[in-house]
């Protein structure tokens, strides 16, 4: 077995549950978050740092690495977790959405996708065959299954396709799979379709996965929309194995999906928000560069011990920010993905007292202070 | 006394020598390499992992800083030490090269320099007593004078000009520098005239400083003008006060300057060339984008404990700068950082034994193998 999976403990007054997600490479206590390195690099952090902010497994990019620097390049260097020095879990995500929204003249048929590489030019097929042998070489702990993700908005009858394009590459994801040390999960699509989302999550569940992912949201369909297809989607996958929503999301949105039975998360949103100069903090969120911060000599998050907090103050990263150091996108990322991990460590720790409707609930009136976020 | 320094070991045929220079932040092994963080940030590397690298002392530079954040915002946050978490010691160059090589408009008179600033176009002046206030409030170990540092080539009349100014700049700062706790260094220059920095020497000394700096080298003049500008300057300066050599350079040139009894250095180099995928080793510098190390599971050099050669290997690297992720420049910059405090300690220790030209010698075959470095 690839994984083993128990819920350690069910939240009194949501769905919420905490587990336990035993994988080769290390044990992950879910609800967890896995910050995004695409390219076998979560952006500007050294794996130490990475575990340091107390992350427990990352995501990486099957798309991403078989065009630079190709799956055999990963594989010679002994797999993912030895070529990125991250000795926890990983999960690399199939390619699909990637090979959707990034691909140029890409041509999509039942046997996988054709496409221009955006690096060279040259002629790529991505297939559930091709896709699960980049996933093998690459080593991951778990893999993903290839899928079709549609954009938002699309009519019913282009979800309906995706969906039944992701059932028949689910299949043979499944049937083409052959590392023994590695879970395959399958993915869910519907787009904001309830019908299709039933369908989809039904024959997913059907072919038999080693865990469920929910695809095809935060993809534009906006708040209520993505909570509902969360909200009605999660119940219907297997209470017993992991779920991941993917590529979700701000706070508000992960804590929401928590409530709802959500085990899994990733989300660039840390690194990028980062990156950007901005961070998040149990208050909301704080962009440094605004002139406000010239001299403000606290830590970014006070109490947060962070590499970025213990050390710096508002002021520093301000100057950062402001004579463009690179030091400032590597401090604030440091931060957000802190700050993430403890958002998970603290969310779990409330459903393991059987209060995580209240933990959340608190959580959004200081994180929000009345004010949405996009 | 803002700093102690005491000759500890003098090399048996060569000019090297061995010393210890106390100052307020702490004690610092001489010969020395200081890695450049002119806008209170060594590129890319937070405070700890500076340390982690062997560093002793950093550089930063009062133009830079003067210009953003201010020195009333480092001042404010308890000066540049607390400002860049950095408890080392620091020295701060005056800005008269910046002065003088980055900004638009100036009018140089005796009293200082009239610029605009090239961050918001604003009228600035910088002159000795305006230097010494902002190099005061920004509060490292070191302080230098304002200097007027004329480019390569030169007339023998501009850089006598240059030199009676830098003269008597460096008096005026001297009687405006009113820190105890920072050690004030006179700067000489001269450009390529041997009389003419026989002469800045002489005055410089006269006026009397904490230390004293060899400037206007590495403007362009090529190695041949350099070498005999530092052979023939350094002993001109006492012998009992700490020699500094200011923006040089690549490991040959430092090697040779510590044999003319040089004891501190700057340069960007480690730090840039990092970030151009460029890494020093042993054996010379290696291109880390050439398609060579694409599958080349070494470390960038064998046997360095550095974080990028602990955990990372070539092909990483190589895969890193290809897809233009941070962490590229942010690992080879570690690494380089490294190599050269790890190229200064291994000079320490042979001029402790009284094998300096040996050490110097070898690790230039070794280094070199044949080629010139530019």
Redesign the interface.
Known sequence: MPMEFQITCQDATTRARAGRLKLPAGTVETPAFMPVGS???V??????QVRECGVQMVLANAY?LAL??GPE?VA???GLHS???WDGPILTDSGGYQVFSLAQHREVSDSGVLFRSPVDGAESFLGPRRCMEIQGMLGADVAMVLDQCPPYPCSQAEAETAVQRTLRWGAACKQFHDRDDQALFGIVQGSVFDELREESARRTVEIGFDGYAIGGVSVGEGEELRRHAVGFTAPLLPADRPRYLMGVGFPPDVLSAVGEGIDLFDCVAPTRMGRNATAFTPEGRLRLRNSGF??D?RPVQQGCDC?CCR???R??L???F??R???G???LSVHNVAFYARMMARAREAIGRGRFAQFRDGFLVRYLGGKEEG
């Open positions: 390219r076998a690099s952006r500007g952090l050294a794996a130490p991403h630079r620097p390049v010679a260097a002994g070529f990125m020095a010239k001299a000599r590499l050390l710096y103050s002021a520093y301000n100057h950062l402001r004579v150091e690179m030091l996108p590597i401090l």
